[in-house]
């Protein structure tokens, strides 16, 4: 999915034995800016920054801080189960929690 506009936040994952951990930075972000779907096998995120409106009479000397948007769609792995994750937002860094699905255990099948 392309994110025409919008800026492509940076990105750890790391995964472990039982999960994945996927951390974005989303500076000036907060829980009610962020959107976080999964869908077809792909963790989706859109997310808008707030800026602070200038007053009417300001002259801006420099502006550098980015008021656009970020959007970043990655895709899963299959053993990841997407229904028991979880994320947190603390100070403008995003940090998913994915766990692995239960390995289903060997079994005999019986021949009629």
Same mark, same amino acid.
């Given at each position: 999915m392309a994110h025409h506009g919008r800026r492509t936040p940076?990105?750890?994952i790391h995964g472990? @034995?039982?999960?994945? +951990?996927?951390?974005v930075d989303l500076p000036g972000c907060a829980?009610?800016?962020v959107d976080l779907s999964v869908a077809n096998g792909k963790l989706v995120l859109e997310a808008r920054p707030h800026r602070p409106d *200038?007053?009417?009479?300001a !002259? !801006?000397?420099?502006r550098e801080s980015a008021g656009a948007p970020f959007g970043r769609t990655l895709s899963l792995d299959p053993e990841l189960d997407t229904d028991r994750a +979880?994320? @947190? *937002?603390?100070r403008g860094v995003? +940090? !998913?929690?994915i766990p692995k699905r239960a390995k289903e255990a060997e079994? @005999? !099948?019986t021949i009629d």
């Open positions: 940076a990105v750890d472990g @034995k039982d999960a994945w +951990t996927v951390v829980r009610e800016d *200038l007053p009417a009479a !002259v !801006v000397q420099r +979880t994320a @947190k *937002l603390d995003l +940090t !998913v929690w079994r @005999k !099948v």
